[in-house]
């Protein structure tokens, strides 16, 4: 089956300071998308984005489908944006949303 | 935000009890999903509907079952609890739009 594949594993960040992670499918994906999930376990949807580029505020993400990956930047990052992110696709004939094993961000002030 | 709701947040049942974790969205969503994720690790899908008594198995094998008798209520049933079990139970429901929102999560306890 599909694999997705999330880098890096653990990231620790000094308040202020920007990151990028990443997102590779070994296939073609629909629907990629990209979620927050707090220290409380709830997962937030942070961007639906199939291809090309989003902002949100500080956090931007962007697609490149042909390539099979997706990236995600946070900047001037802060303590709040601590937790886990993990990005998700489903394959082309199935609306089974395969998830990423997660890039577990610490933040610390 | 996404009015999807699941009860109860946190239950300790002891082991071979029957419990039901619920699940309510609603916003008229036709497919919804129950993910079971163990902390800090990925989510796995555990069941699928595509709507009003549709279900299907997700990728990880589970013991428990799932019923969807209306749109908006999507409950997971294990009939016998084991410890096995003590997870997080995620609940989520898919947009026309392709949107996946998900519940704020059961966490279960089996002892």
């Known amino acids: 089956g599909i694999q997705v594949e999330q880098s890096p594993p653990d990231l620790i960040l000094q308040e202020g300071a920007n990151s990028t992670l990443r997102c590779n499918f070994s296939?073609?994906?629909?629907?990629l998308q990209w979620f927050h999930q707090n220290p409380w376990g709830q997962l937030i949807n942070l961007f639906y984005?199939?291809?090309g580029t989003k902002q949100n505020g500080r956090l931007s993400a962007t697609t490149v489908a042909t390539e099979r990956y997706s990236l995600l930047y946070i900047s001037s990052s802060q303590t709040t944006d601590s937790g886990v992110y993990f990005c998700?696709?489903?394959?082309?004939?199935?609306?089974?949303?395969?998830f990423g094993s997660g890039t577990r961000l610490l933040v610390r002030p | 935000e996404a009015d999807i709701y699941q009860t109860p947040r946190y239950l300790v049942i002891g082991t071979g009890k029957k419990i039901t974790l619920e699940c309510s969205q609603t916003?008229?969503?036709?497919?919804m999903y129950w993910y079971q994720q163990d902390p800090g690790m990925e989510l796995h899908l555990i069941h699928y509907?595509?709507?009003?008594?549709?279900?299907e198995k997700g990728d990880l094998s589970s013991e428990s079952t799932v019923s969807r008798i209306r749109t908006e209520h999507f409950p997971l049933t294990l009939e016998s609890a084991r410890p096995s079990h003590t997870s997080q139970y995620l609940c989520?429901?898919?947009?026309?739009?392709?949107?996946?929102?998900f519940g704020e999560g059961s966490w279960l306890t089996v002892v």
């Open positions: 989520a429901s898919r947009s026309s739009g392709n949107t996946i929102y």
């Open positions: 296939d073609s994906v629909n629907n």
């Open positions: 984005i199939p291809s």
């Open positions: 998700a696709g489903q394959m082309d004939s199935s609306y089974k949303l395969i």
């Open positions: 916003m008229g969503h036709d497919k």
């Open positions: 509907s595509y709507g009003v008594n549709s279900t």
